[in-house]
């Protein structure tokens, strides 16, 4: 199996900050990396596939880059909107597939 | 695009099973495949297994194999999954979402409400 450990497990930013959340594999899965934002009580919400190709209608501060087994989710200038819950999920290994544990940006 | 409703939140005892529903409407039901995830109260998001319809093609996670049941009803543009033999830590809130299929281009980007079950005696 695949594991994904991302980090931190939370954050507290302050709006307009730059934020960074890492996800490391325990294998190289190529580019086969997506991230997902949950707010509580809600499904999660797909934000960027593919390591770095954001979904339509995500805004632009979000950003996503790495390959093989470390990957990032940026959020530059972080808006109230973005304290929500991250989490990273590979799909190397379809169709068996895993998700990071979360990091959970807090007020 | 396709829309997911999710059946209605449901009180299980120990060792009975439970079954959650997926309809999809606004698209083909035959153009996904569909994937259940489930969420434990307070914590991650954990895959449970997918299905796709046009193929009959399923996938289970192993620690689910043999309790994890994944069907679906074309006719009716609705897929279910069935969990057997509960317990309490089964109480969690699952999701269905859709996928272009089982390959690694595949994402999760369109999900269902959730569906509340509580496993409790």
């Known amino acids: 199996d695949i594991q994904l450990t991302q980090s931190p497990n939370s954050l507290y930013p302050s709006v307009g900050d730059r934020v960074t959340i890492t996800c490391r594999a325990s294998q190289d899965i190529s580019r086969y990396l997506n991230w997902y934002q949950q707010k509580p009580g809600k499904a999660p919400h797909l934000l960027i596939s593919g390591s770095t190709n954001l979904q339509s209608g995500v805004p632009a501060r979000f950003s996503g880059s790495g390959s093989g087994t470390d990957f990032t989710l940026t959020i530059t200038s972080l808006q109230p909107d973005d304290f929500a819950t991250y989490y990273c999920q590979q799909s190397d290994s379809s169709p068996e597939y895993s998700f990071g544990q979360g990091t959970k940006l807090e007020i | 695009q396709v829309q997911l409703v999710q059946s209605g939140a449901e009180v299980k005892k120990p060792g009975s099973s439970m079954k959650v529903s997926c309809r999809a409407s606004?698209?083909?039901?035959?153009?996904?495949?569909i994937i259940w995830v489930r969420q434990a109260p307070g914590q991650g998001l954990e895959w449970m297994g997918g299905i796709v319809p046009v193929l009959g093609t399923r996938n289970v996670a192993q620690r689910f194999q043999g309790r994890v049941t994944i069907t679906t009803d074309e006719s009716m543009n609705t897929a279910y999954m069935e969990l057997t033999s509960l317990r309490s830590a089964d109480t969690a809130v699952y999701y269905c979402?859709?996928?272009?299929?089982?390959?690694?281009?595949?994402?999760?980007?369109?999900w269902g409400q959730g569906t509340l079950v509580s496993v409790s005696s």
């Open positions: 979402a859709t996928t272009s299929g089982f390959n690694p281009e595949a994402s999760f980007d369109n």
């Open positions: 606004g698209d083909s039901f035959k153009a996904y495949a």
